[in-house]
């Protein structure tokens, strides 16, 4: 029978982390999305751990991991990610990353190119402003108590039981309602309830997304970019893939038979695309010198002008 990867966990920074970790080769990094946790990639971590080591970790604020009152911004789960890697042992990895899983999985490489092989964004949050209004009413003053009173706990299991059904249909915009029905369900608890609101608060507001990567995007320059989407999303459109990085080593493929979880609509294509995207980009070097006469010029930047080896370190660090 092939592992999942037994959910395991550790202690970082006085926090319990809950994660699954399978297989062995290079390493993929899955991170999930707003209100989900590890098991969002049951369907291809069997496949991608007989190549890859797969870690999956649940977010801090949910799943199995701790909800505490503590930092929730795309950088202090990038953090937790490098200092989980850290302990782990693992060095470099190519970061996988659904929603806003996405976002933090860009975040990473801004933070850490150094220890970045690939990016693959999957239904990615921060590359537009656009996203479900279900979404955006998290941030209203107020939501807290709305949804402490939706998710009570007496007809909880009738709300998830009809979202299940309707999931079942074959209109295009109900097909992701399972997941919503198990999202719904974890909300149920205060802790996580509360924890997504913080984690939504730093990334938008009742108009939208207002973190995005559009003003970095031209670092993605430096290391292969794969974007995954479903044609059918309702939470965040498809049309943002068009605002994806596109450089040589850029990839976009978007199912046009697939919602937001394109990861769970299609497990064997998603896995091939990803298998293939890995084997056709050698994993991105991290050189401080092309890195910094990038941030320092911008998008205009020709790489090939940048000096390497003995030429670079020769370089003042400022000029």
């Known amino acids: 029978m092939e592992t999942l990867g037994e959910v395991q966990y550790l202690t970082v920074h006085g ?3 809950a994660f699954r970790i399978s297989g062995s080769g290079p390493a993929l990094l899955l991170l999930h999305g707003l209100g989900c946790d590890s098991s969002t990639w ?3 971590i069997p496949a991608l751990s007989k190549q890859f080591t797969v870690i999956a970790p649940d977010l801090l604020g949910h799943g199995e991991s701790d909800k505490p009152n503590a930092d929730y911004s795309l950088g202090g789960y990038a953090n937790g990610m490098r200092d989980l890697l850290t302990v782990l042992g693992i060095d470099k990895v190519t970061v996988v990353g659904h929603s806003f899983g996405g976002g933090v999985a860009m975040q990473f490489a801004y933070q850490f190119p150094d220890r970045t092989e690939r ?5 990615t949050g ?4 656009e996203v479900t209004p279900l979404i955006r009413f998290l941030t209203v003053p107020g939501s807290g108590a709305v949804l402490a009173a939706a998710t009570f706990k007496p007809w909880r299991p009738v709300v998830a039981g009809a979202l299940r059904t309707l999931a079942k249909s074959p209109l295009s915009a109900t097909r992701d309602l399972d997941e919503v029905a198990r999202i719904y369900e974890t909300l149920g608890d205060p802790a996580q309830r509360t924890a997504v609101q913080r984690v939504t608060s730093h990334v938008l507001n009742w108009r939208g997304q207002f973190v995005t990567m559009t003003d970095r995007s031209y ?5 292969p970019v794969l974007v995954v989407w479903g044609r059918q999303d309702m939470v965040i459109p498809s049309a943002h893939a068009d605002m994806a990085p596109t450089h040589e080593m850029s990839d976009v493929h978007v199912f046009e038979d697939s919602g937001h979880f394109p990861h769970k609509d299609h497990p064997k294509d998603f896995v091939r695309i990803v298998t293939k995207f890995i084997a056709d980009n050698e994993p991105a070097h991290y050189h401080r010198g092309k890195w910094r006469a990038l941030l320092r010029r911008g998008d205009q930047f020709e790489l090939e002008s940048v000096p ?4 670079a370190a020769a370089q003042p660090a400022i000029s």
């Open 219 to 223: 670092l993605a320059r430096l290391m």
């Open 119 to 123: 990016v693959i964004l999957v239904s």
């Open 15 to 17: 926090y319990r982390r």
């Open 42 to 44: 049951v369907d291809v």
């Open 308 to 311: 390497t080896g003995a030429e």
């Open 126 to 129: 921060g590359l537009g402003k």
